[in-house]
């Protein structure tokens, strides 16, 4: 809690630091003050604009490391979420709580200054209010999906000034939900319809997270509840038909920078790559530093070559680092698989774009081909590479993409959309399947989302949950999602989550292939110069084979997690917040109130 309003105190006196792209100017910081800000609409949205990326910025690595890693999709050995437990004091930990509080604190504090605010249009002041109250909404979905029972901080500054920071308790998971829908529920009455997406929140943006809440709280009591089903089934289905929103037709190029802004996009981090300094760090994507193989650019500042899509997560693709690379399009006909990991033999044609796409395994091996540097050997033990999502490829894609090459390492502008159409759908058709709604027509959600994806699919005419929870992992994957799937299903139903025979937490196999490098470095061989000879490669597994080993054969304490409880599902609220108030650790009960009551806000002179 020291931590939580430290950052409240800091969000009162200071937005933020540098310019953005164009939509994300903001104030500077030699310039601004409360009393001297706000004075016209343009500041108003200048005002708003961080909400969309500082605040969040350390969040990212903790976005991926329980999104992805804890849930079975990312290998990412660090602080413990490979293994199911996560290291508190880690720096993934620390920054991911850090950042959530701060971004409810610096919404809470962005609402009261456009409140107080006289010169802009109430049309303006109700749209950026919308704005915060969306974000705000957002941070607190995540913290009570990783936390559990956390406070809730509706206005910092009050809370600062009367002193009652240090005592606060923690919130039952009921009502930190209802508390969420209070929030979505106020933003939507002061958002726009926008007709055309802009990058910017809006009212059907705040509808499909309200939908996505309300399937979340369905389980929340320990049993199914049909009312939360049903309000989840109509709010998407609201969404689906009248929005004016489509799935676009290229499931991968929703990732492209070009498709920063897109139908599919309902909310997004959306990042700069001109920052130039310290003062605007914070601003920028730095996920392709932290996902990409070394020399994917020539910044020489990736360090994902050891990272990759975990082993199970191969196997609910169907297509493994172990399959022939020649024989491998048979089974390989999910565009959404080469979306997510990389394997010898993928090109990108997003990539490297002034050379005609990048070619992974030539990029790996061949120092002729391979344009900043050559490795000669594959980094992870996965036998895949997972620098495609959330990635740009080197400066020339950039520039392709936005105009201008990254003003420095670690930088990029590719937006991070963190709630997209196509998971709509899902939850619409999930929501279906367990009681809340008209089945067919969640069987067609699931038939589209499928249809774009998959090489000619044929639609069913039936389905079951267990094929939306399949289908919620293959379209989500590195999105920073899947793990709160896991949380969702371990309210009502913690038994599926740890020990489905799908991909239960207990039986994934979330260790690292063995005896990969021969083959691979064969394959090559084979591979270069006969790119379009499939017949000329050779995919030879070797005498002590390429495999995935026995847990008895060779020690990789995190290959199973078989001794996993429920208890799992929740992170501790970190140690120096329960030192600074007790009353948030974890053996105090939490509170129960009217949040409906005490917490309101009231727009109603604006």
Known sequence: MKKIFNIAVVAVMVLSLTGCEDFLD????????????????????????????????DFVRGFLAVGDCMAGNYHDDQYGFLQLSPQAAGDYATNMSKSLWAENGHCSTVIENIVAAKGPSS??????????LVWKAMAYFYLVRVYGEVPIVHKPADMINDGSYGTVYRNTKENLYDYILMVLETAETLLPKNSTPNGRVDYWSARA??????????????????????????????????????????????????????????????????????????????????????????????????KGAQVNLQEIFGVTALDNPATRADIDKDVRRKTTYMLPGDVYPQFWRTVGGLDVLKAVFDPEYARFGCPESWGSNTGTFVSVK????????????????????????????????????????????????????????????????????????????????????????????RWYDYVRVSYYNPEFALNNPIDGLKIQKRGDYVNKDYTYKTFFDSYKGNENNKAAWVWDLGEDPFRYPDPTERAQPQAYQTSLSASVFRMPITADDVIFNGNLASDVEPISENVREKYTYDFSNL
């Open 26 to 57: 903001r104030p500077t910081i030699d310039n601004y003050s409360t009393g001297n800000y706000y004075q016209n609409d343009n500041q108003c949205i200048m005002g708003v604009n961080y909400l969309y990326n500082s605040p969040w910025y």
């Open 123 to 132: 049309e303006i002041k109700r749209q950026t209010i919308g704005e915060a």
């Open 209 to 306: 997270l309200e939908s996505k809440v309300y399937l979340t709280m369905a389980g929340v009591s320990g049993q199914l509840n049909e009312e939360y089903l049903k309000k989840a089934f109509e709010i998407s289905k609201d969404v689906i038909d009248n929005s004016g929103r489509h799935l676009m037709s290229d499931y991968a190029a929703i990732f492209y920078g070009e498709n920063n802004i897109s139908e599919e996009a309902l909310i997004s981090w959306m990042w700069s790559g001109k920052t130039t300094d310290a003062s605007g760090w914070t601003a920028q994507n730095s996920f392709q530093n932290d996902l990409a193989f070394g020399e994917m650019g020539q910044m020489k500042d990736n360090w994902g070559a050891w």
């Open 390 to 481: 959330h990635c740009f490829g080197d400066n020339d894609d950039h520039v392709a993409m936005f105009g201008y090459a990254p003003a420095r390492n670690m930088t990029s502008a590719v937006a991070t959309h963190i709630l997209r159409l196509g998971d709509i759908y899902l939850v619409n058709a999930e929501a279906a399947v367990l009681g809340g709604g008209d089945v067919a027509y969640g069987l067609a959600r699931l038939n589209d989302v499928r249809r774009r994806s998959i090489k000619d699919y044929q639609d069913v005419g039936s389905y079951t949950f267990e094929d939306v929870w399949v289908e919620r992992r293959k379209e989500l994957a590195m999105e920073g999602d």
